[in-house]
Each structure stands twice: as structure tokens, then as C-alpha cells.
């Protein structure tokens, strides 16, 4: 039985400190399962919300989406899990759901059950990396709420259907990026080009990726070196890091009626005479017109993982339980690649 408080790192203030704090364990309503959180990701997003703001009107708050742990209490009308189970899920941005606690809320739908072979740590990098990755691939196409390309995902008889078609992903070595590699794999995309640093060319192709350009080359030589690699229209990329300069070198890649999916806002110039579709992917599985590929992901997460199919992020785990966090924030800050940074909140002193 979960004890009546615990602890939690609260974000005191817009643009504040940090601060560790005791809160009440809340009880799980119908549809919800208490978790006793094992393993908590830290994300840009953490960072980027303490820094600028945005997501959070009311302070102090919890912050941390991407979590693991053992399911310590099920809410009513809840069938397919049980008290013990270990499993994965997204916060939704409330103080009783994000994962920068001991115990969080979560709802029973944006849950998936961990395989024997998957780690609390590993199942900790798949929340974020692979809602962010799949609602862009396999979202339906949206022009007035978040959507995506629309693209048929592997677990609806897309698998192999794109062959022969390329796709580029700018920062293979991040969290999404390494999962877009993996789906991209299971579609068929072919050849699969990323950009990253060349000490992580072994993890990238071990997930799929068939060429790696180094991402600390000249903006041209990065476009030579690319377009040496591909010999149909480059109609899909992925740009992961989205800062102005990969975005300005994946547009000027990108194929008329191509599509360009960034995680930042757009900062090129479009031609609109070219067709071309650019969109800032939301990893929101809450929102309405997310939640049918958001739902499907959960269901078939379990089956990717033990199959193989999808395998999570290498880790880096930060010492110090939930006060770990806050100079884990500024290690992601000043930039990491090929890991993802976890906590351990039941570590906490």
C-alpha cells in the first residue's frame, strides 16, 4: 500500500528554482493507475519550461512526462492491469500525473506493460521518443489541430510498405531520433540517412540507419554528402534537433511535395510554389486528434519491445534521486547525445 506522502522536486515559480517537497499520494480515479515511479526521464521539454515557461500556469509544479515503475494501486473500471505490473507511460502535465515524484497518476489508456527484458531505466526513455517519433510518421494529416504525415504504421499492415523510398533524420543520436530510425526500419524506408556524430555510427546502424553523415561537417558538405546517398526524391525528413541550421540545410534537401517534420517551430522561408508540406510534430497522445494512433502505440509497445523490433534508448543514470534532476537539466541543457539522461525518485534522501 502506497504511504500517505512523499516526495516530489517542485519547479517553485515560473522561471525559478528548483525545490524538494513532500505532497500527498493521490488516489486513482476511475480509469487510472497509481504508480510507484521507478525511473523518470528528463526531457528538452523540462528544461526549456523552467527556462522560458510554457505548459504550466499553476506553481509551484511537477514537471517530467516520460516514467516507469510498478503499478501500486488500479482505479475503478481498469481490466487490463493489476496491482505489480511493470509498466511505462506519459504524465499529462498535471502536478498528480508528471513524473519528477515518488508516485504519479497515470491514465490506464497511455499505459504499456514492460517485457521481462526491458529495464525500468530503458522503459523510461520510450514515453516521450516514441510518441514523439510515431504521431509525426503515422498521425493522421491535421491542418487546423496537431496531426502528422499519415503514413500506414507497421501495426496496421504497414510494415515494409515504403521500400525503396528514402528518408533523412536530423540528430540520429538523439532520444527521437533513434526511435524514428527504428520505425522508419519497419516501414521499409531505405536508405536511411542520419546525421550525428561519428562516435555513435555503431548505435545507429545496429537500429537501422544505413548511412551516417557527421553532423559537425559545413552545411554543404552535409548536403553533398547526402545527396551522394540517394537516388530518388528525397520526400521525408525528420528533423529532430530543428535548430535554424538544419532546418534551412532538410529544406533544402527536401523533394517538391515533400514533407519536412520538425520538434521546433519553423524558421525557413517556404516556396509555397513547390508543394511542400512543414509541420512542428506535438508528442501530445492527450490531445483529441492524437489519441487513436496515441492508443494503438500503447497496445503494440509491449509486442515492439519484446520482439526486438524497437529497442529503447541507452541510459544514463543521474546519482542523487530526484535532487539529481536539477544539474541533470542543465547536462541536457548544454546538449547530450546517444543517451537519455533518468532519475531515480525512490532513491531520493
Avoid: C
Wanted: net charge neutral; proline share 8%.
Amino acid at each position: 500500500m502506497a504511504p500517505p506522502e512523499q516526495k516530489a522536486l517542485f519547479l517553485v515559480s515560473k522561471h525559478g528554482t528548483f525545490s524538494l517537497g513532500t505532497k500527498a499520494v493521490p488516489a486513482p480515479k476511475a480509469g487510472e493507475l497509481l504508480v510507484k515511479v521507478e525511473t523518470a526521464s528528463l526531457n528538452p521539454i523540462d528544461w526549456k519550461v523552467q527556462k522560458y515557461g510554457g505548459f504550466i500556469e499553476t506553481y509551484p509544479a511537477i514537471l517530467g512526462t516520460g516514467l516507469s515503475g510498478t503499478v501500486e494501486e488500479v482505479g475503478e473500471a481498469v481490466t487490463s492491469f493489476s496491482k505489480g505490473d511493470k509498466v511505462v507511460s506519459i504524465g499529462s502535465w498535471t502536478n498528480d500525473s508528471n513524473a519528477f515524484q515518488q508516485y504519479a497518476l497515470i491514465a490506464a489508456t497511455f499505459a504499456a506493460k514492460l517485457p521481462p527484458s526491458t529495464s525500468f531505466d530503458e522503459g523510461a526513455t520510450l514515453p516521450n521518443g516514441t510518441v514523439t517519433a510515431a504521431l509525426a510518421l503515422y498521425g493522421t494529416p491535421n491542418p487546423t489541430a496537431p496531426g502528422g504525415i499519415g503514413l500506414t504504421a507497421p501495426w496496421d499492415g504497414g510494415r515494409g510498405k515504403y521500400a525503396g523510398k528514402p528518408i533523412l533524420v536530423f540528430g540520429g543520436a538523439s532520444s527521437v531520433g533513434q526511435y524514428v530510425i527504428q520505425f522508419a526500419k519497419l516501414s521499409g524506408f531505405s536508405p536511411i540517412i542520419t546525421t550525428a556524430s561519428p562516435s555513435s555510427e555503431a548505435l545507429l546502424k545496429s537500429l537501422g540507419a544505413t548511412h551516417i553523415v557527421n553532423r559537425k561537417l559545413p552545411p554543404a558538405d552535409i548536403k553533398s554528402a547526402i545527396s551522394s546517398f540517394i537516388t530518388s526524391p528525397l520526400e521525408l525528413i525528420y528533423d529532430a534537433i530543428s535548430i535554424s541550421d538544419t532546418q534551412q540545410v532538410a529544406y533544402d534537401l527536401l523533394a517538391p511535395g515533400g514533407t519536412l517534420v520538425l520538434t521546433l517551430p519553423a524558421t525557413v522561408e517556404v516556396d509555397e510554389s513547390k508543394d511542400q508540406r512543414i509541420f512542428q510534430v506535438q508528442g501530445l497522445v492527450q490531445v483529441p486528434s492524437h489519441r487513436k494512433v496515441g492508443t494503438r502505440l500503447y497496445v503494440e509497445l509491449p509486442k515492439l519491445l519484446a520482439s526486438g523490433d524497437i529497442k529503447p534508448n541507452p541510459v544514463k543514470v543521474l546519482p542523487n534521486g530526484l535532487e539529481g534532476i536539477v544539474e541533470g537539466l542543465k547536462e541536457l541543457e548544454r546538449g547530450v547525445s546517444g543517451v537519455k539522461l533518468v532519475a531515480k525518485p525512490q532513491e531520493t534522501a
